[in-house]
């Protein structure tokens, strides 16, 4: 199975900044990278396919993905409050899919 | 808008079974990746099956043999079939169109317990 590594596991940041999420595949796999936003309580929101793809229309340009082969990012510029959040990673490229631990951003 | 709700959870004894109800709308199950998706308690999201467009299904190495995904087209639900339940798959179970789960419902809570 591919392993999908996140870092870091947890992160605390203000208002207004600049955080990278890193995602890091056991084997390549190709750009078959989403990224995945998830609020307390709620289901996740899918924010990027395809590794740089914003999901929707409705999905905040603030964010961005990037990436291929082994090592991903997502970036997220000017944090709002509602950005705080868990964060993952899935692969789609080779059954079975699997997803990353997880990255909780936290307010600082 | 594509809508997904998921039902049937509950409370249910080791080794017994459930069935999970995934009825979609402004979206078409036939013919389209769909996939559950869940979540322990506390814990990450753990990827469960995914079903392509022709209806063939692969499972995680934690379900396969126990769980089973089947759909009704005529009423645009996807299943998921739960047998020889563990404390361990005690989770929220969520349903996602496509591979990459570009949509999901809200879940529904599995409780596996005596």
């Known amino acids: 199975d591919i392993q999908m590594t996140q870092s870091p596991s947890s992160l605390s940041a203000s208002v207004g900044d600049r955080v990278t999420i890193t995602c890091r595949a056991s084997?390549?796999?190709?750009?078959?990278l989403a990224w995945f936003q998830q609020r307390p309580g709620k289901a996740p929101k899918s924010l990027i396919f395809?590794?740089?793809?914003l999901q929707h229309s409705g999905v905040p340009s603030n964010f961005s993905g990037s990436g291929s082969g082994t090592d991903f990012t997502l970036t997220i510029n000017s944090l709002q409050p509602e950005d705080f959040a868990t964060y993952y990673c899935?692969?789609?490229?080779?059954?079975?899919?699997?997803f990353g631990q997880g990255t909780k951003l936290e307010i600082k | 808008e594509v809508q997904l709700v998921e039902t049937g959870g509950g409370l249910i004894q080791p080794g017994g079974s459930l069935r999970l109800a995934c009825a979609a709308s402004?979206?078409?199950?036939?013919?389209?990746?769909m996939s559950w998706v869940r979540q322990a308690p506390g814990k990450g999201l753990e990827w469960v099956s995914v079903?392509?467009?022709?209806?063939?299904?692969y499972y995680a190495d934690s379900v396969q043999g126990r769980f089973t995904v089947s759909r009704d087209n005529s009423k645009n639900t996807l299943y998921l079939q739960m047998n020889n339940l563990r404390a361990e798959d005690t989770a929220i179970y969520y349903c996602?169109?496509?591979?990459?789960?570009?949509?999901w419902g809200q879940g529904t809570l599995v409780t596996v317990s005596s």
């Open positions: 899935q692969q789609y490229k080779t059954y079975p899919y699997t």
């Open positions: 402004g979206f078409t199950v036939r013919g389209n990746y």
């Open positions: 084997q390549g796999i190709s750009n078959y």
């Open positions: 996602a169109t496509s591979s990459y789960l570009d949509n």
């Open positions: 079903t392509n467009g022709g209806g063939t299904t």
């Open positions: 395809a590794a740089s793809y």
